[in-house]
């Protein structure tokens, strides 16, 4: 779970500000990886996939890092061997992920690599339409970086719960669901995201550049992954139960089928890779079974996490995409009338009520990118929207998000100023009125 965006430590904005740990080196070949037998002897998944993503030869997983790169080619083996169809770049389980970002412009390059594959449904008129089942596999490497909360602590990050469990559920349901592929009446594609922890990275690329048939508006759902590893007293939280006007009836009784106490939570918006599925308008739901005192700590162990309980969750995933599959209609998208928590671009000055899009510009742009804009805030009054690039605000040149935030510090509510966007290849100029910035402890 990607803490930076959205952790109370970093909740002013110059918290954005801080560059994160250095992602990695790009790739001058393919690394020598552990085999999984050599560190998991062929235990079964989910407890096999925990053991390998979560082991010190890993060394945390790094986005673009050798660690990372063995883990994304365990993940494609392991689709391979549950039948899943390469649903990548060239036909194969690969999409590349540029790791640089506007919360980390001075990285030095390299790339990530999402893991994909798909399972057909079993009706030709649903063949178009996709449930995405997600979880990120990136961590913290040897936690050089803010994100660590064992700052001065230089030790590998396992990330055993954040999120090698996600991960593990993820094949699980992509098991369970193989072997019943003919209930499937639309298609199921699984992702593992890599550099969810740079800034969903991998989840906002992608959104922006999906391969053939996986666009946004052909997306039924996004159920995501992240740190399922924590069972407690069969306690669940479910995260964006408001995203769809259906959620709430589905979540109820699948809880209820797999006797977990579920916690419903509406927001849609939060620290992890749905995230970027639901300012893109995709109905969302994130699985979360709690923080504990090892979260982004070398401490974060395979031998901590509740196996049998993140089977139960990835059990319960499964049945919500059956459920998902099986409709008639469509799920009801319902666009959030709050911002997300700090994923609002703000200062304690003046408030535009949008939703960066983290991985930055287009290549050898400059400026603002937005993942989506707050319903009914000024951002949308003035007619900005999602893909839009700011390059220009109150007379000022914006190149970065560092040039957005020194703007809206000097800008008070209330204040009308011009904002500059480039839409489509055409500039534009639309008048907006600042709104007011909360302050969030």
């Not at 970065?400 to 509510?413: C, G, K």
Request: aromatic fraction near 4%; hydrophobic fraction near 40%; proline fraction near 7%.
């Amino acid at each position: 779970m990607h803490r930076a965006l959205f952790g109370p430590a970093l909740s002013t904005v110059l918290a954005l500000l801080i560059p994160l740990g250095v992602p990695g080196r790009a790739h001058a070949q393919k690394p020598a990886c552990p085999g999984p037998a050599a560190l998991t002897g062929d235990m079964p998944l989910p407890l096999s996939a925990v053991r390998y993503l979560a082991d010190d030869a890993l060394e945390g997983r790094l986005a673009g890092s050798a660690g990372e790169r063995c883990a994304g080619d365990y993940i494609a083996a392991e689709f391979e061997r549950l039948g899943l169809r390469p649903s990548g770049e060239g036909a194969t389980y690969f999409q590349s992920v540029p790791l640089a970002s506007i919360l980390n412009p001075h990285a030095p390059g390299g790339t990530g690599r999402n893991v994909m594959g798909a399972i057909e449904g079993a009706d030709p008129v649903r063949a178009g339409e996709w449930v995405v089942i997600g979880a990120h596999y990136d961590h913290l490497g040897d936690g050089g970086g803010p994100n660590s909360l064992a700052p001065g602590t230089r030790a590998i990050h396992n990330g055993a719960d954040d999120n090698a469990s996600g991960v593990a559920a993820l094949l699980e349901i992509a098991r369970t669901l193989a072997a019943r592929r003919d209930e499937l009446r639309g298609a199921v594609v699984f992702a593992a995201f890599a550099g969810e922890e740079l800034g969903l990275l991998g989840s906002s690329r992608l959104v922006k550049s999906p391969p053939t048939g996986l666009e946004p508006a052909r997306l039924a759902a996004m159920l995501n992954l992240d740190m399922v590893g924590r069972l407690r007293d069969e306690r669940l939280t479910v995260f964006g139960v408001d995203t769809a006007a259906e959620w709430g009836e589905l979540v109820s009784s699948a809880c209820a089928r797999a006797r977990l106490e579920c916690k419903q939570n509406g927001d849609g918006y939060g620290p992890s890779d749905h995230t970027a599925f639901y300012a893109a308008d995709v109905p969302v739901l994130h699985f979360f079974t709690g923080v504990h005192d090892q979260y982004h700590r070398p401490s974060d162990d395979a031998p901590l996490l509740n196996a049998t309980g993140g089977a139960r969750v990835a059990a319960l995933v499964a049945d919500l995409a059956l459920q998902v599959s099986h409709r008639d209609e469509r799920l009801a998208v319902v666009r959030a009338a709050a911002p997300p928590p700090s994923g609002d671009v703000r200062s304690f000055g003046a408030s535009l009520g949008t939703i960066p899009d983290y991985s930055g510009p287009p290549e050898g742009k400059t400026g603002m990118p937005l993942a989506g804009v707050r319903p009914d805030g000024p951002a949308a009054r003035a007619g900005l929207r999602r893909g839009d690039l700011i390059v220009g605000l109150a007379g000022r040149e914006i190149r970065s998000i560092e040039d957005l935030m020194f703007v809206l510090r000097q800008s008070h509510p209330g204040e009308a100023a011009m904002v500059v966007v480039e839409r489509d290849g055409e500039r534009l100029e639309l008048p907006i009125v600042f709104g007011e910035a909360t302050r969030r402890n």
